[in-house]
């Protein structure tokens, strides 16, 4: 069998399986009844992939679902009516979530997965206005041109970029941020934080040979002061682990790790227990 992952949107059908085992559960956190819709027979595809990265790739798709869908939530209740996905893959959350019919959701991602979702959910409707745009976000003037004619269409939009960033080079994250800071309109800005305890697991090619077509490239020294010093506020931040404890579900953690916060406390356990996880950054 070939390598799975070629090329980045290969990423979405991964993600996307592991949304789709998670809403399979009966204490799930979430329902995603059209991932595997959307995945269709590439899920055994996946299934067969053996990787040190796939157990936590696993665990943190289902902790930053979560998470970032509790984040939309509270912005709806805010007032925020305006979503854009940049990236959005193979993300349902137009379908899945009981938005309210007001919202309009936009979403950017390559041409053929775009194609993909349209054809693949052509028989169902959104509970919300949905807007799908085929654009390689790679193309920093396109990319430009789109975000000039949302920001004059919208006044209030938050911005989600759910596990694009790590595939970005620093350069091109920092563009990405002049670009949405540029305009008032882009209001909030979802996205993932690692910090910096982890940089040295995501570079260990035997950790993460099932990306090695795609790996990751952004590793601020600094994760927290890079978006701080372009002009973002944070809003709230939710790490992985501490959320799993909370809904009492396991973490990838080694068992070891346990033996040590016991000992040692949970002073010292505690910044390893945010060294992943999502932030809400206000301009």
């Given amino acids: 069998m070939g390598e ?3 090329h980045v949107s290969d990423t979405s059908a991964w993600v996307a399986h592991y949304r789709a085992i998670e809403s399979e559960r009966s204490d799930s956190l979430f329902k995603d009844s059209f991932a595997r819709i959307l995945v269709g027979d590439r899920s055994l595809s996946v299934e067969r992939m053996q990787s040190k990265a796939s157990k936590w790739t696993h665990w943190t798709v289902v902790m ?9 939530q509270d912005l709806i209740s805010k007032g925020v009516t305006t979503f854009l996905n940049l990236g959005a893959g193979l993300d349902s959350r137009p379908y899945r979530m009981n938005l309210p019919a007001e919202v309009q959701w936009i979403e950017v991602d390559f041409p053929h997965i775009i194609e993909h979702k349209r054809s693949k959910l052509k028989g169902f409707s959104p509970s919300c206005k949905l ?22 269409k919208y006044p209030k939009m938050a911005v989600l970029t ?27 800005w979802i996205c993932e934080y690692i910090s910096e305890k982890s940089y040295r697991y995501l570079k260990d090619p035997k950790r993460m040979d099932i990306l090695k077509n795609t790996p990751f490239q952004f590793y601020p020294e600094d994760w927290m002061g890079f978006f701080g010093v372009r002009g973002w506020h ?33 002073k010292w356990a505690a910044p390893f227990k945010r060294m992943s996880g999502f932030l809400l950054w206000e301009r």
């Fill in 64 to 72: 930053r679902t979560y998470i970032i869908d509790q984040m939309i």
């Fill in 162 to 188: 759910e596990g694009v960033l790590p595939y970005l080079t620093q350069e091109q994250v920092s563009d990405l941020s002049e670009d949405l800071i540029r305009y008032p309109s882009f209001k909030y």
């Fill in 4 to 6: 799975f992952i070629q």
């Fill in 234 to 266: 944070l809003k709230q931040s939710q790490y992985f682990t501490e959320i799993s404890e909370k809904l009492g579900r396991p973490t990838p953690m080694p068992k070891i790790f346990k033996l040590f916060e016991f000992v040692m406390g949970k």
């Fill in 131 to 152: 807007e799908t745009i085929g654009l390689d976000l790679s193309d920093r003037v396109q990319r430009q041109s789109l975000l000039e004619e949302l920001a004059r």
